[in-house]
Structures are given as structure tokens and as C-alpha cells.
């Protein structure tokens, strides 16, 4: 049973461009969650979808981020128009109930 | 005031000898999930152990045992029998369950500890 895949793992983009961070839940978790990491801190929950649906994007900057959770396929996290300060590691996480697990993690650097 | 606190930025433990990281929340949610994640050097987040706020016993899972103390707010992870690959930064991280008492909601993280095991 494959764990939650993220990918790229790292991705480097320039400021202005776009950011695409694609997230495959395990196998039968219908619950998405992704959390971003900045340097020396915690995790910071950004926002939990279902299959087309977001349930909470109350960590969601209100600009230039958006996610998406369709019925096939991965989950997006879409970063429009990165600036320097987008640079750090997103997380995502998928549950069946209780326990949220996690992929390897994003390395976003913009330069 | 802060939902997770852990008061040890560092820990340093000699290899072998059991260790105790805390970690104090803050709630007033009646159901809620304590949770320990531990984040090697190489950055992946490994799920640890969980303990959910009726459980009557410390969860354990292996060399891990959660101390949770329910009227203090404290949920400390004991790791026993320190392996040097437990050198490691470790997350404390509750969910809160709010009035619909769901299990699905959002994980608010400490701000972590760092241990270095020594041999």
C-alpha cells in the first residue's frame, strides 16, 4: 500500500511564475490536507478538501493560492504569481479517520 | 495564547536511556487528538503516535508511549531505549473535533524539539 506521493519534491520556480504541487492520497483516504513549512518553524494547515469539495481554506492566503481536490486525479495546490516569501515546504497529508499521514513534502525555492 | 507549546527547543540524550519530550495544549473543544510526528534530517513528516481525548490509556506504540495527562493539558512523548536514529526534530500536534465532535479537522503544530542522541 503506497504511502501519500508529492511531486516534484523540489521545484524551483522565478518570481512571477506559477507553482503546481500535485498530491495523491493513500489508497482509500478520501481527506486531503496540505500544511506549508517554513524554515525553522512548524507546520501551518493551510487548507482539507474531499473529492471536489473544500471543507476549510481558513489557512489559505486569500490571494494568488488556490487547491482543488477533483473526483480523479491528484490534489492541486496552485501557487500563482510566487514571490520569494512562497519559498518552503508543503505538505500534504490524507486521512481515513483520526491519523493524518504524510508525503515527503514539496521543497519549494523561488528565486 | 498558544494552542500547542514545547518548551525544549533541544533535548540531548545518550543512547540507550529513555527520554521525555513535553508538549502542553490548549483547548476548551471536549473531543479532541493529540498526535506526535518526528521529522528526520531529510524532512519527511513520520506519523509516531496518537492518543484521542476519551482514550482511558496512554497510547503506545513500540518504543513510544504517550503521558497524557488530561487536567494538566500535557501530552509528553516517552521514547525509550534511545536509538541514535532517533536524532530527529519531533512535532507535538493536536486536531480539534469542535461541537460536531467530526475527526477529519485541521492539525495545529507545535513549534517542535530537536533531539540528538549521543552514542
Known amino acids: 500500500n503506497a504511502g501519500v506521493m508529492q511531486n516534484p519534491r523540489h521545484l524551483v520556480r522565478r518570481r512571477g511564475q506559477e507553482a503546481r504541487l500535485r498530491c495523491s492520497p493513500m489508497?482509500?483516504?478520501?481527506?486531503v490536507y496540505w500544511y506549508r513549512q517554513l524554515p525553522e518553524e512548524g507546520l501551518k494547515f493551510m487548507v482539507y478538501?474531499?473529492?471536489?469539495?473544500?471543507?476549510?481554506e481558513s489557512g489559505m492566503p486569500k490571494e494568488r493560492f488556490s487547491a482543488e481536490f477533483p473526483k480523479e486525479g491528484p490534489s492541486i495546490l496552485r501557487i500563482q504569481q510566487v514571490v520569494r516569501g512562497d519559498s518552503a515546504a508543503y505538505f500534504c497529508a490524507s486521512s481515513p479517520i483520526d491519523t493524518q499521514y504524510f508525503g515527503p513534502g514539496t521543497r519549494l525555492t523561488v528565486l | 495564547a498558544q494552542k500547542i507549546t514545547q518548551t525544549q527547543p533541544g533535548m540531548f540524550v545518550q543512547e540507550k536511556e529513555a527520554v521525555t519530550l513535553d508538549c502542553t495544549y490548549d483547548?476548551?473543544?471536549?473531543?479532541?487528538?493529540l498526535f506526535w510526528y518526528k521529522q528526520p534530517s531529510s524532512g519527511e513528516m513520520i506519523f509516531l503516535i496518537y492518543q484521542g481525548s476519551y482514550d482511558q490509556q496512554n497510547a503506545t506504540e513500540g518504543r513510544y508511549s504517550l503521558n497524557f495527562q488530561k487536567a494538566r493539558k500535557s501530552a509528553n512523548l516517552v521514547i525509550s531505549a534511545s536509538q541514535l536514529g532517533d536524532s530527529a526534530m519531533y512535532f507535538c500536534a493536536m486536531r480539534e473535533d469542535g461541537a460536531g465532535g467530526t475527526s477529519y479537522g485541521k492539525l495545529t503544530f507545535g513549534q517542535g524539539t530537536i533531539l540528538t542522541v549521543h552514542p
Open positions: 489508497k482509500g483516504h478520501s481527506h
Open positions: 478538501l474531499q473529492k471536489e469539495n473544500i471543507i476549510d
Open positions: 483547548t476548551s473543544d471536549p473531543s479532541y487528538g
